[in-house]
């Protein structure tokens, strides 16, 4: 049986005021289906995240959940969707941080939407970045790519400039005045094609993203950037490790259009959370090598304003 939460036993369960109640209408929230938009391509770690919490989340509020993929812009035409919906509650999304940044924060890009275009309502899973290659790749090691491209340009593919993968390149990039080709995508999955057919020697991307290929040796990864190594790689040293400082992640959020009503913006927390705490959940999300780890309220707040600063002065935007 559905695991169904009304905005009513939402409220209740979140200490809200009975007068909030009166509406009608919200009492009944949601009446119908939900939208959940992923701004990446079909196939990749955001993409397989999101279609993981929409199957659940089914579950605890009776109503089906359809995730929408709208891709381009680096991942800004996916956001500028959620914060141009309406306001009512039946569509949410994922933001990616640090990627979400650099569309309003890079002049270049011209994006108009910013965090308080959004209504946050918390963070789902946390996923450190890797470097990966082929198989036979000569590249044995972070620091044999490093060295490498000291003497010659090394291809590495990421999703868009100022993206997680982007900017983790970026950095090392400066700390060790190496000239790297960044090769940007739609998806992991064409990143992965590109690797894998010997057009680009560095893969970037996200643990969730190569656990599975590692295991199989279909792709190897030599580097991930976490602070301790990663339970679903535990034989890949860290960065760290390898004499390289470097923590970086994506941290899968979710969000709404700013305006909603505070009472429907509770009881959509109120399932998220439901969801996401679940046994069935967290089995489904190791599955996928996903930790889900929850940052809500003005603790998550708090967490996107310091991450947009740090992404300011890094870029110097």
């Known amino acids: 049986m559905p695991r169904v939460i009304s905005i009513k036993a939402a409220l209740a369960a979140a200490g809200i005021v009975?007068?909030?109640?009166?509406?009608?209408?919200?009492?009944?929230?949601?009446?119908?289906?939900?939208?959940?938009?992923?701004?990446?391509?079909?196939?990749?770690?955001?993409?397989?995240?999101?279609?993981?919490?929409?199957?659940?989340?089914?579950?605890?509020?009776?109503?089906?959940?359809?995730?929408?993929?709208?891709?381009?812009?680096?991942?800004?035409?996916?956001?500028?969707?959620?914060?141009?919906?309406?306001?009512?509650?039946?569509?949410?999304?994922?933001?990616?941080?640090?990627?979400?940044?650099?569309?309003?924060?890079?002049?270049?890009?011209?994006?108009?939407?910013?965090?308080?275009?959004?209504?946050?309502?918390?963070?789902?899973?946390?996923?450190?970045?890797?470097?990966?290659?082929?198989?036979?790749?000569?590249?044995?090691?972070?620091?044999?790519?490093?060295?490498?491209?000291?003497?010659?340009?090394?291809?590495?593919?990421?999703?868009?400039?100022?993206?997680?993968?982007?900017?983790?390149?970026?950095?090392?990039?400066?700390?060790?005045?190496?000239?790297?080709?960044?090769?940007?995508n739609q998806s992991t999955a064409d990143s992965k094609s590109q690797v894998l057919g010997g057009h680009v020697q560095v893969l970037g991307a996200n643990v969730s993203e190569v656990a599975d290929q590692h295991a199989s040796g279909e792709l190897r990864v030599i580097g991930v950037m976490a602070p301790e190594r990663s339970g679903f790689l535990p034989d890949v040293p860290t960065f760290q490790e390898q004499g390289i400082d470097q923590v970086w992640s994506v941290s899968r959020g979710i969000a709404g259009p700013t305006g909603r009503p505070p009472e429907i913006a509770e009881a959509i927390m109120t399932a998220l959370e439901a969801t996401i705490t679940s046994d069935a959940h967290r089995q489904a999300a190791e599955q996928l090598s996903l930790a889900p780890e929850i940052v809500k309220g003005p603790e998550y707040m708090d967490f996107l304003k310091s991450t947009e600063q740090e992404i300011k002065g890094l870029m110097g935007w």
């Not at 929409?54 to 709208?70: C, F, H, K």
């Not at 899973?125 to 000569?138: I, M």
């Open 18 to 184: 009975g007068a909030m109640l009166a509406t009608p209408a919200a009492a009944e929230f949601p009446e119908k289906g939900m939208t959940l938009i992923v701004a990446y391509g079909a196939g990749g770690g955001t993409d397989t995240t999101a279609r993981m919490l929409a199957s659940d989340l089914e579950e605890t509020i009776g109503q089906p959940v359809t995730v929408q993929n709208v891709t381009g812009g680096g991942g800004g035409n996916g956001w500028g969707a959620i914060a141009a919906a309406e306001p009512d509650g039946y569509t949410i999304g994922y933001i990616n941080i640090p990627n979400m940044y650099s569309g309003y924060l890079n002049p270049d890009m011209g994006r108009e939407e910013s965090l308080e275009s959004f209504t946050p309502l918390m963070n789902h899973v946390t996923d450190y970045c890797v470097w990966a290659v082929k198989p036979d790749s000569p590249f044995q090691s972070v620091n044999d790519v490093v060295e490498a491209a000291k003497e010659g340009r090394v291809t590495i593919t990421a999703h868009g400039a100022g993206g997680d993968d982007d900017l983790a390149i970026q950095r090392i990039a400066k700390m060790n005045d190496l000239d790297m080709a960044v090769v940007h």
